[in-house]
């Protein structure tokens, strides 16, 4: 029985840098991205301003961002912005 593990231990040695992390993740065209970035924007119906900071986490594998959005309450969309 003993003997059955090692061809099992000896392929997962070998195999197992064939799905290791790369540290080239893709991301080198995207760099211009990560970073703060703000908007100002008005016209009809009314003007609005945005935020939104784009990282990396989780060790470079996926990008976070959180995008927040504020706007003038206006007649059309007073119920939304009104505080419960």
């Known amino acids: 029985m003993k003997k059955s593990f090692v061809p099992l231990i000896l392929l997962f040695v070998l195999v197992q840098p064939l799905f290791a992390q790369k540290d080239n993740m893709g991301w080198e065209?995207?760099?211009?991205?990560l970073g703060e970035w703000k908007g100002e924007g008005n016209g009809q119906p009314g003007q609005g301003s945005g935020h939104s900071p784009f990282?990396?986490?989780?060790?470079?594998?996926f990008w976070s961002a959180k995008v927040?959005?504020?706007?003038?309450?206006t007649e059309p969309n007073r119920l939304l912005s009104t505080k419960i």
């Open 29 to 33: 065209k995207w760099q211009y991205l």
């Open 55 to 61: 990282k990396q986490s989780w060790a470079g594998m």
């Open 68 to 73: 927040t959005l504020s706007f003038q309450p």
